[in-house]
């Protein structure tokens, strides 16, 4: 009986040490807040010929490559290189959306100023 209440003594002791060996929690900290992709602006894209879904007035280019989109996400415009937005980070929705450059849109310089060509919205992804 006595080596018994030894053994429960010297185990109930290790518990102890153990556990005052243990690192203290942390504090809790504030969630991350989750980056958010810049939402395009609504309404119809101004300047240019609405009808193809070409839009000039972006900015002076001498070819096409002299431009690109204007937003990170869903961009219904297009800048020149030097005025190209940061877009490290940034997540986008993989849907097609009327009036923007997804699915097969793309910037192109047209009278010297730069312009969206609007994408294909008849694709897989295209909104029904």
């Known amino acids: 009986m006595l080596s018994h209440r ?3 003594t010297l185990s109930l002791g290790a518990l102890l040490a153990l556990s005052a060996c243990s690192k203290a929690p942390e504090p809790p900290t504030a969630p991350e807040q989750p980056t958010t992709p810049e939402q395009p602006p609504t309404g119809t894209p101004t300047g240019g010929d609405t009808t193809t879904g070409n ?3 972006g ?3 001498t070819t ?3 431009c690109v989109a204007a937003s990170c996400c869903h961009a219904t415009a297009c800048v020149p290189k030097a005025q190209a ?7 986008c929705t ?6 923007t450059l997804d699915c097969g849109g793309g910037c192109l310089c047209t009278s010297g100023q730069c312009a ?3 994408g294909d919205q008849s694709g897989p ?4």
């Open 55 to 57: 839009t000039a007035g």
């Open 94 to 99: 993989q849907e097609c959306r009327g009036g």
């Open 6 to 8: 030894i053994l429960s």
């Open 85 to 91: 937005p940061k877009c490290d980070g940034i997540m």
């Open 64 to 66: 096409d490559a002299d």
């Open 116 to 118: 969206a060509r609007f």
């Open 125 to 128: 992804d295209a909104p029904q």
């Open 59 to 61: 900015g002076a280019c």
